[in-house]
T-cell receptor
């Protein structure tokens, strides 16, 4: 069965420092991977996705993610964190059936301190 | 202005009542989804629909019902059979293709009083 794990409940980083939010996945076929961000009491906003091709994917707001097939990981990164990046981040994998369902990790709270 | 709209933003329900959450999209998406969000548990799929007049149970469908009479609408009813309905409910839509992202509404926070 498809699954996604985000091993850290919270990540703390100082403003201006690089950040990494970790995600590992388990799929039976080709992975279709997504990152979303959620601000308090709001819906999820799409950040970026990996479908195929280059292992480094660039997305919105300066975020990028590195796909690593051998480690089954899809970590979210940003070279220089902003206080406004503080939010809840979700990694997701597309279900391998034809339903289009997304399977989400538990979420990681990113706290960026000034 | 294209998007997906959920209403109401906040909803209070008395014990034993059914309530219906609205979800409308004008993105011409075939697929629509309802997720429930609880702290520390991520998002769990309640129901999904890939086409009008058809829908499927997700992982936690008990105590919920849906309809899909129109392409743009996918309302969720939280019935009195749902034992712990207090949560944040998110509706999403998408093309259903593997490589395309889903779009989410702003959510409805349901509280049982």
């Amino acid at each position: 069965a498809q699954s996604v794990a985000q091993p850290e409940d919270q990540v703390n980083v100082a403003e201006g420092n690089p950040l990494t939010v970790k995600c590992t996945y388990s799929v039976s076929g080709n992975p279709y991977l997504f990152w979303y961000v959620q601000y308090p009491n709001r819906g999820l906003q799409f950040l970026l996705k990996y479908i195929t091709g280059d292992n480094l994917v660039k997305g919105s707001y300066g975020f990028e993610a590195e796909f690593n097939k051998s480690q089954t990981s899809f970590h979210l990164k940003k070279p220089s964190a902003l206080v406004s990046d503080s939010a809840l981040y979700f990694c997701a994998v597309r279900d391998d059936g034809n339903t289009g369902k997304l399977i989400f990790g538990q979420g990681t709270t990113l706290q960026v301190k000034p | 202005d294209g998007g997906i709209t959920q209403s109401p933003k906040y909803l209070f329900r008395k014990e034993g009542q059914n309530v219906t959450l609205s979800c409308e999209q004008n993105l011409n998406h075939d697929a629509m989804y309802w997720y429930r969000q609880d702290p520390g548990q991520g998002l769990r799929l309640i129901y999904y629909s890939q086409i009008v007049n058809d829908f499927q149970k997700g992982d936690i469908a008990e105590g919920y019902s849906v309809s899909r009479e129109k392409k743009e609408s996918f309302p969720l009813t939280v019935t009195s059979a749902q034992k712990n309905p207090t949560a944040f409910y998110l509706c999403a839509s998408g093309t259903g293709d593997h490589g395309t992202e889903a779009f989410f509404g702003q959510g409805t926070r349901l509280t049982v009083v």
